[in-house]
């Protein structure tokens, strides 16, 4: 059994930064991609970072510049990294991990519980 457990989040006024953690728990062999997504109200999920084990990221273009992923692989963990936060990045942000378990042949596709950034002045 795998869990995420994310943390970090919380209320912050605009212009100011805020860095998530997201820490995997369990029976892990190895972990691959390692992503960022969020939900704001009345909206679908969208992915915000990705980062793939070697070290290629992505970004949304909303973010471009603002946030930073980074990742920890000694303690299966991922970051968040958000500067000069803007109302518009008020939602609930999700972790999602690609995690390959021990006695496993395949990856498996593992998400937080989420963890509410809320931008307000």
């Known amino acids: 059994q795998v869990q995420l457990v994310e943390s970090g989040g919380g209320l912050v006024q605009p212009g100011g930064s805020l860095r998530l953690s997201c820490a995997a728990s369990g029976s892990i062999f190895s972990i691959n991609g390692m992503d960022w997504y969020r939900q704001a109200p009345g909206k679908e999920r969208e992915l915000v970072a990705a980062?793939?084990?070697?070290?290629?990221?992505d970004y949304a273009e909303s973010v471009k510049g603002r946030f930073t992923i980074s990742r920890d692989n000694a303690k299966s963990t991922v970051y968040l990294q958000m500067n000069s936060l803007k109302p518009e990045d008020t939602a609930v942000y999700y972790c999602k991990m690609w995690i390959k378990t021990s006695g496993s042949y395949r990856y498996l596709e593992v998400w937080g519980q989420g963890t509410l950034v809320n931008v307000s002045s």
């Open positions: 980062s793939i084990d070697g070290g290629s990221t």
